[in-house]
């Protein structure tokens, strides 16, 4: 799977290099990935861009240009938003029905009840959150990631909906942690409810 640079971030641009994957973490970064060099509270993900570049990102998302990096700089104001919206565009597909839970206690209990109750209507479903991505249905039983982050990175989020979608899962009831929502990693999926 690629896409070029230009239709995942919605510009035009001069240099316009095809991109073979989405993510924010140096150390997965294979050649031709687009690089999210994203602030954070205890590291800034722009001391991370040389070595994303040298592992063979083509393209880097920032919020400060960086001219020595040889590749294609996007700046843009919110790279958290830019990075989760460029990660929906190369993956693409989702549920069509999306809900996400969130509050301080009970996100996981209603996620996995959602996946339960599409269930029970007949549906192909899945929950992601605490307990990982479990995905259920006629046809269906099988847990597509171990335990770990209530939200997951923008990327990984939409890489497995993808995955989801082709599994044939049309529900997904999904935890939104505040810390996730506020980092933005939800950014890129099409919610029809919150709650």
Known sequence: MTALLSSLVQRSLEVDPLIAGVTADSRKVKPGFLFAALPGSMVDGREFAAKAVAAGAVAVISAEDMPDLGVPVLVTKDPRRAYALAAKAFWGAQPPVVV??????????????????????????????????????????????????????????????????????????LEASSHGVDQRRLDGVDLIAAG
Do not use: W, Y
């Open 100 to 173: 996400a839970v969130t509050g301080t206690n009970g996100k996981t209990s209603v996620a996995a009840f959602c996946r339960q109750i599409f269930n029970h209507a007949g549906k192909k479903a899945a929950s992601m959150g605490t307990l990982g991505v479990r995905a259920t249905g006629p046809g269906l039983d099988e847990q597509i990631t171990p335990p770990g982050l209530t939200t997951p990175d923008a990327a990984d989020v939409a890489e497995l909906m993808s995955i989801l979608a082709a599994k044939g899962v049309t529900h997904l009831a």
